[in-house]
């Protein structure tokens, strides 16, 4: 009788255990979600300053070169607190792992673009 019993509680634990449920303590860094949004948000500039660039053949004017800087300072900020927020513990990593990834690319991809620009 009692072996039964013990079988069925091994069987119901199985279940919970395949249905994937996990409880824990663990929250995402609202550091980590900003550097996230803040490489959406520079993608998001880049890609509207290079259509008006290339519609105005290059002279776009100041507003868009102001826009990229602006672009370029968001991004700084998001490896920034990518970095602050993958020091904190018991919390979830994918937005400040994915964030500062983004934001490192976008670092890099702006610094190549601005020193051929002063180059050329």
């Known amino acids: ?9 091994n069987r119901r634990i ?9 409880f824990s303590d663990k929250v995402h860094p609202i550091k980590g979600i900003l550097s996230f949004a803040f490489a959406v948000i520079s993608i998001i500039i880049f890609i509207i ?4 660039a290339y519609k105005s053949k290059g002279n776009a ?3 868009v070169g102001l826009a990229g800087v602006i672009a370029l300072l968001l991004t700084i ?9 993958l020091r ?3 919390i979830h990593y994918q937005f400040p792992i994915c964030g500062g990834i983004l934001c490192a690319f976008l670092l890099i ?4 673009m601005y020193t ?3 180059i050329i």
């Open 49 to 52: 300053t290079s259509y008006i």
């Open 109 to 112: 991809g702006y610094m190549i």
């Open 88 to 90: 904190e513990k018991e």
């Open 77 to 85: 900020s998001g490896v920034i607190l990518s970095i602050v927020a």
């Open 116 to 118: 051929l620009g002063a």
């Open 1 to 9: 009788m009692f072996k039964k019993r013990g079988k069925q509680r």
């Open 14 to 22: 199985q279940n919970r255990k395949r249905k994937g449920y996990k």
């Open 61 to 63: 004017g100041i507003l």
